[in-house]
């Protein structure tokens, strides 16, 4: 697969539409073998994807597939997802919080008082938006292809943001030579009526001819947003942004639809695990592929074995054909009692089968980490992630590649996206200048991070308190080199306990120091009450010595 400088190269010198398709068509090359084995994942975990799997048919087609015998592999793929989206990043939860990216403003009020109401408006524009819905979606797409991607936009009706997540296989990946996604290119189908209401001026006439005698017809169009080496970021002009949009039909000698552009690349795109080397991820669809398959046949085996077994072939006499009643209280009525109907012996051992079935059962719940996601779904209302550590214990560090991989890859960009609509679109006030200057962070505290975090740091710092405790009991100077401001406030993090119920460090130290100077002026004003008394006890001079 050619890096993304390749066609950011000659797109900034050329900006020719036969670019486009001839990346289209290379892209298409590379993906091909991973088409393969996605065709088959699709059948058997996520059923609703396979009806965009071909394209230019014109015809209806199936969403679900006639070789699938068992529905388990989609059931536990719908608990790992829910389990991940409802304990990570759902609308029940406070998931993510902002911060300054450099710690000096961390203790700024004023900074903390603006990230607070960035972290609230955030969430405002979350729920007013359809993010929740398709998040769920992009965790099932990313757990079960490996590759996730859902595409960003600003929806001007409504005037809130506009996220869809795409099927995996419109989409076509480009990496820069660091490794990272930032050039995508996506083909999909749109019926030809909806191609000429948004290109009247530019699609071709071929289009607006099938649109007049079939509006319903497939078109198919490729959206390729390719990053620009030329570009300014303080002017608005679309054509001079960093990212480029480009919209064209599919094929040859075929012009340009539509050129925008992006000050942040519009899609986040989550790969689960990835081998290096190749330019799409694996997800648990690949990695539990061989038991998914054979689980299939075993339950296609184990069906045909339960019906030969409930209504089994039989052998009986030539003049009954016609006449048998093998249905329930069936009557067959014959003059020769030797001239029975006899059953094949078909020597199956369904035992056998089930217990095949059953191990097979238990491979799948580890690949799909059913027993944890079953404690999770068991509780009863919001979890606090000290509940989740109690209960899950060192299992939550199994899913930590993975809750971390969905957090810098695609929540971490989400929320880039979800900042730069808040400001753009003057829905908070502006941003301060220093953090325009260093940036924002973004923590996450669901039920799973938090819970990751206690286990991470949590122990460590138990097991730290655990040894000094004795030393400082023995002599207690050494804990005057430990910041024990930070130390709660780090444990208040850990156990998502809002920060803010602490004093702000200024202020706490002021209150240290006005402490330590009253403490001081009541030592003075005891020592000065002391000497007063051994003052008045010394012996007082005579009046006959007072009088020499």
């Not at 076509?172 to 000429?196: L, P, S």
């Not at 002009?237 to 942040?264: A, C, Q």
């Not at 753009?424 to 975090?453: C, S």
């Not at 003075?524 to 010394?538: H, P």
């Amino acid at each position: 697969m050619p890096v993304t400088n390749e066609v950011t190269l000659l797109m900034d010198r050329y900006e020719h539409p036969e670019l486009i398709q001839r990346f289209m068509e290379l892209a298409e090359d590379e993906r091909y073998s991973t088409e393969e084995i996605w065709k088959d994942i699709t059948s058997y975990l996520l059923p609703d994807r396979k009806l965009y799997l071909e394209y230019g048919t014109g015809k209806d087609r199936e969403h679900y597939s006639k070789d699938v015998f068992d529905g388990h592999p989609i059931a536990f793929l719908q608990l790992a997802s829910r389990g991940i989206y409802g304990n990570t990043c759902s609308e029940n939860i406070n998931w993510v919080d902002t911060i300054p990216t450099n710690e000096r403003y961390r203790n700024d009020r004023r900074i903390l008082e603006h990230m607070q109401g960035l972290t609230h408006q955030m969430y405002r524009e979350y729920s007013l938006s359809n993010w929740y819905a398709e998040a769920e979606m992009f965790i099932k797409d990313g757990l079960a292809m490996g590759t996730a991607t859902m595409f960003h936009s600003w929806n001007y009706r409504k005037g809130t943001s506009q996220w869809d997540t795409r099927n995996p296989a419109e989409i076509y990946v480009f990496r820069n030579e660091d490794g990272d996604i930032d050039c995508i290119f996506r083909k999909f189908e749109m019926h030809a009526q909806t191609a000429v209401m948004m290109w009247p001026d530019t699609i071709s006439e071929d289009v607006t001819r099938m649109a007049a005698s079939n509006p319903w017809a497939y078109v198919t169009i490729v959206h390729a947003c390719i990053p620009r080496r030329m570009y300014d970021p303080g002017v608005a002009t679309i054509g001079r942004k960093k990212w480029g949009s480009y919209f064209k039909e599919y094929g040859k000698n075929k012009e340009m639809l539509d050129e925008s552009g992006y000050d942040l690349f519009p899609y986040i795109n989550w790969q689960m695990e990835r081998a290096s080397g190749e330019d799409y991820g694996r997800g648990i669809g690949h990695l539990a592929y061989y038991d998914i398959k054979t689980l299939n046949v075993l339950t296609e085996s184990g069906t045909r074995a339960a019906q030969l077994g409930a209504d089994p072939p039989v052998q009986a006499p030539e003049e009954l054909e016609g006449k048998l009643r093998n249905r329930p209280h069936g009557v067959t009525f014959y003059e020769d009692p030797s001239r029975l109907v006899h059953g094949y012996d078909q020597g199956f051992q369904y035992p056998i089968t089930k217990d095949m079935t059953t191990h097979t059962m238990d491979v799948l719940k580890q690949h799909f980490m059913v027993d944890l996601f079953m404690m999770l779904q068991q509780q009863t209302g919001r979890m606090t992630a000290f509940e989740v550590s109690e209960r899950i214990g060192e299992k939550v560090q199994t899913l930590g590649p993975i809750v971390s991989g969905l957090a810098k890859t695609a929540l971490d960009h989400s929320n880039e996206l979800c900042v730069q609509d808040i400001y753009q679109h003057r829905k908070f006030p502006a941003m301060p200048a220093e953090l325009k200057q260093e940036g924002v962070n973004f923590d996450y505290i669901g039920p799973l991070a938090m819970a990751q975090k206690r286990l991470e740091q949590g122990q460590g710092m138990q097991r730290a308190l655990q040894e000094i405790i004795p030393v400082l009991q023995i002599d207690p100077t050494p804990g005057k080199a430990v910041n024990w401001y930070e130390w709660i406030k780090t444990n208040f993090r850990m156990h998502n306990i809002p920060v803010d119920l602490l004093t702000p460090k200024r202020e706490f130290d002021e209150m240290l120091q006005r402490e330590a100077q009253a403490a001081q002026q009541q030592q003075q004003a005891e020592m000065a009450a002391k000497l007063g008394q051994g003052m008045a006890a010394l012996p007082q001079p005579t009046n006959a010595a007072a009088n020499r």
